[in-house]
T-cell receptor
Framework: KQEVTQIPAALSVPEGENLVLNCSFTDSAIYNLQWFRQDPGKGLTSLLLIQSSQREQTSGRLNASLDKSSGRSTLYIAASQPGDSATYLCAVPTGGGNKLTFGTGTQLKVEL | NAGVTQTPKFQVLKTGQSMTLQCAQDMNHEYMSWYRQDPGMGLRLIHYSVGAGITDQGEVPNGYNVSRSTTEDFPLRLLSAAPSQTSVYFC???????????????FGQGTRLTVV
């Protein structure tokens, strides 16, 4: 059974800092990995999808990497801003691709 | 761009009442699904559909019904609401890509349901 964990569970950083969020998965046979952000009381917003054949995917200040062999993905956020404060979730397709298995989430707070 | 639209945003039900949570998407996605999000439990799949006329159960289907008569709509019905169904419900959609190279999932804004 695929298990997805995220470390740390919570993170507080000053504005401007570069930071890394971690996502680990137990079964390396994944199709892809998707990163989301969730603002309090809101839905999930897709940030990046990195395919199993890719090593990296970039969007603006965000860069996601994928190392299937070690069962890890990282989300790098450059020059963090208070508007980046949210919960970040990673997810992988499981059950033949019919569901997403989500990580436990990292709650990020970027302070002025 | 509307994307995935859920209604209502908030709902309070009494135990035993029934209701339908609406979900519509305008991206012509074949695949749609419903999740519930609970503190400490994360997101769990309730039901999903791979196309009009086809539905299947997820991890926690009991107490919920779905149907898919059109590509755009995927309503979730609570037959007889129970306090254990108090949760935030999310609808999601994506393309049905058998290569899994383009299966980016898009979520609605959620429905916060309280059953008293």
């Amino acid at each position: 059974k695929q298990e997805v964990t995220q470390i740390p569970a919570a993170l507080s950083v000053p504005e401007g800092e570069n930071l890394v969020l971690n996502c680990s998965f137990t079964d390396s046979a994944i199709y892809n990995l998707q990163w989301f952000r969730q603002d309090p009381g809101k839905g999930l917003t897709s940030l990046l999808l990195i395919q199993s054949s890719q090593r990296e995917q970039t969007s603006g200040r965000l860069n996601a990497s994928l190392d299937k062999s070690s069962g890890r993905s990282t989300l790098y956020i450059a020059a963090s801003q208070p508007g980046d404060s949210a919960t970040y979730l990673c997810a992988v397709p499981t059950g033949g691709g019919n569901k997403l298995t989500f990580g436990t989430g990292t709650q990020l707070k970027v302070e002025l | 761009n509307a994307g995935v639209t859920q209604t209502p945003k908030f709902q309070v039900l009494k135990t035993g009442q029934s209701m339908t949570l609406q979900c519509a998407q305008d991206m012509n996605h074949e695949y749609m699904s419903w999740y519930r999000q609970d503190p400490g439990m994360g997101l769990r799949l309730i039901h999903y559909s791979v196309g009009a006329g086809i539905t299947d159960q997820g991890e926690v289907p009991n107490g919920y019904n779905v149907s898919r008569s059109t590509t755009e709509d995927f309503p979730l019905r609570l037959l007889s609401a129970a306090p254990s169904q108090t949760s935030v419900y999310f609808c999601a959609s994506r393309l049905r890509d058998f290569s899994f190279s383009n299966t980016e999932a898009f979520f609605g804004q959620g429905t916060r349901l309280t059953v008293v």
